[in-house]
Structures are given as C-alpha cells and as structure tokens.
C-alpha cells in the first residue's frame, strides 16, 4: 500500500511532468504557427527525379527569429533556407527537396528546422515531405540545372525519360509560364517489348533577364495515373554587376568594438548605387555617395548592441542600382557573435 508520502511524491512527479510537456508544446506551438503548412506530398514521381517544395515562415512575432539549422532525417533530403533571420512582419522560405534515385513506392521524409527568436526562445519544427516514387518511368538526371550563366549566352541541357511495359504511353504536351526558356521533348525510342524513351531539351534564352533562375517544366502524359511528370529548372544568371567577394566572413566578434569587412562591386560601365537593403541589428554599411563610377567599395560593419542576436549571423544586403534593366545585387555577410 502507499503512504500518504508516496502518494505526494509521485503526485508531485506527475504535476512536474505535465508542467514540463506543456511548456515542450508550448515552446513547439510559437514556432509552428509560422509556417501555414508543414506537410505536403508531391504525389507520383518518376524514380531519379528531384522535386521540390517550399514551405513558407511568416514571423507574426514582435521580435526577430533565427533560422538555426536545418536537419533532414534521410540523407535523400535537403533544405536551403532563403533568409537566416526573419524581421518582424517579413517572411523567408525554407525549401525541402528530395532525391528519388535510390527509392520506389511511398516515401517520406522529415527536414527538421530549428528556430530561435531574439529573446532566447528556442524551438524545433518538423516539416514532412512524401513521394509516391514509381518503378517504370526514370528520369536521368533529375532536374535541369544550369548553375552560373553568364547573360547573353544560351546554353542547352538534356533530359531523358524512360518508361517500360506502356506500349501506348506517350506525352501529349508540355506546360510552362517561364519566358527565359526554350524547351523541345523528342520521342527517341518505342519498341515491341513497350519500352518508350523521350528526350528533353532546355535552353536559357540570350534576353534572359539576370538573377535566380527557378522554374518548372510540367510533362503532360496521357496516363491517367501519373498524368503530370515535374522538371525542376534552375540556376542563376550572371548580369553586369559582379562583387568580390561573393560571401563576406567576418569571423568571429568577441569585443563591444566589432569589426568591419569590405565589399568591391564592379560593372562594365559606370553606375550609381541607388539604394541598399539590409541595415540594422547591429549591421551597418558606410554611406554611398551616389556617385557613377565602374567601381564602388561598401564598407559593412558590425557592432553587437544590447538585445542583437548572438551566435552564427547571416546578413543579406540588396543593393540596387542605375544600370538599366539591371536586378539588385544581393551580398551576404557571416559573423559570429560570442556570448
């Protein structure tokens, strides 16, 4: 039988573990009421292929959040977060993508975010992923990826889809809102035993404004089953405006004093800088004169104020210009900020 003083005891057991569980989902709550989805399914995909998803962090917070980490359960996934921190009021994508080269049938997947706002309030958040990865249709590679264009070129990427025991399978027509491609599906293969091999060619247009190149290339099929195939397309497309160095390491920051790094933008004419996003939280970029000139050299400093957020920082600075027809320029700086 239990004494009154065991009964206390393990009451008082219990209340701790209830208190300790309602903070935990607390602490859970604050962050996944950020993002307005934490599921999706990307429904039947060819084996081989890469699709991807974006699920989006709104910070409804009064105070900044820090995209820490991001942890996939499965060396088949990956995450890339747009922005590290998130003011007050903006919003930042974290982009989940899954290789299904080594899959078949139902697979899902889990990135794992972890956030931490201003104050110190941390949190993990679990965004599934799923596929339906089929057996008889391949795609080689997975997506189009153009990595670093150059503007003004035009080059061409192929893709092939193959598919076995579809004697009639066969697409019916391509769909795509992007005006910076060029795309041509040729049939190549369709024999007696019902194996059919399409190949596709991508090409980046020579008026191809600069900046991220991100689209997609849907294949229409008139399978009923897997009616729509997914052709991720990316890359970035270099303009006139170049900075050295592309990514900005100020290294550790362990005195009130802080330190200061150097940014050189360059373009084959001369050019004023306009305008440049990104200041604040302790960041700060020495005033631009306005000036044109080919060559201009911005100046960022950090300085930790009281309430900044410690730890790994990074900081995205726009910078736009006059150069006509020219994007803004986006300049990353890193720092860490010791306690």
């Known amino acids: 039988m239990m004494t009154r003083r065991g009964m206390t005891a393990a009451l008082a057991g219990c209340l701790a573990a209830m208190t300790i569980g309602a903070a935990t989902v607390e ?32 910070n409804r917070l009064k105070e900044p959040v820090t995209i820490l980490n991001l942890r996939p359960s499965c060396g088949c996934t990956s995450g890339q977060a747009s922005a ?4 007050p009021g903006e919003s930042a994508t974290i982009q989940a993508e899954m290789d299904t080269r080594n899959f078949l049938g139902e697979k899902a997947t889990i ?19 799923t596929s339906h990865i ?3 249709v391949v795609l080689n590679p997975g997506s189009i990826d153009f990595g670093t264009v150059v503007k003004g070129q ?28 060029t795309a041509q599906l040729v049939e190549t293969k369709r024999d007696a035993t ?17 900046g991220p190149l991100r689209d997609e290339i849907r294949l229409i099929s008139n399978d009923r089953e897997t009616r729509s ?19 900005l390491t100020m290294g550790e920051i362990a005195s009130a004093e ?71 320029l986006d300049l990353t700086a890193t720092a860490h900020v010791a306690p």
């Open 134 to 136: 089929l057996a008889d």
């Open 27 to 58: 602490a859970a709550g604050w962050a996944d009421s950020l993002f307005a989805e934490r599921n999706h399914h990307f429904g039947p995909v060819p084996r081989g292929a890469k699709v991807k998803h974006d699920f989006v962090l709104v």
């Open 194 to 210: 019902g194996a059919v091999s399409y190949r596709l060619d991508v090409g980046i247009k020579p008026d191809a404004p600069s």
């Open 258 to 328: 802080g330190k200061q790094g150097k940014f050189i933008i360059r373009a084959s004419q001369p050019f004023a800088i306009t305008s440049v996003e990104g200041v604040g939280d302790g960041f700060s970029i020495e005033p631009y004169d306005g000036k044109k000139k080919p060559m201009h050299i911005l100046t960022v400093a950090y300085k930790p104020d009281e309430g900044t957020t410690r730890g790994d920082l990074q900081r995205v600075f726009r910078v736009t210009t006059d150069i006509p027809g020219e994007p803004p």
């Open 84 to 87: 590290s921190t998130v003011n």
């Open 111 to 129: 990135l794992y975010a972890s956030l931490v706002t201003a104050s110190g309030r941390e949190a993990e958040v679990r965004l599934h992923v």
């Open 229 to 247: 195939i997914p052709v991720p397309v990316t890359g970035w497309i270099r303009g006139d405006l170049t900075a050295s160095p592309s990514l």
């Open 154 to 181: 035009a080059p061409t990427l192929t893709l092939t889809i193959d598919r076995i025991n579809a004697a009639n399978w066969k697409f019916e027509r391509m769909v795509s809102g992007s005006r910076a491609l």
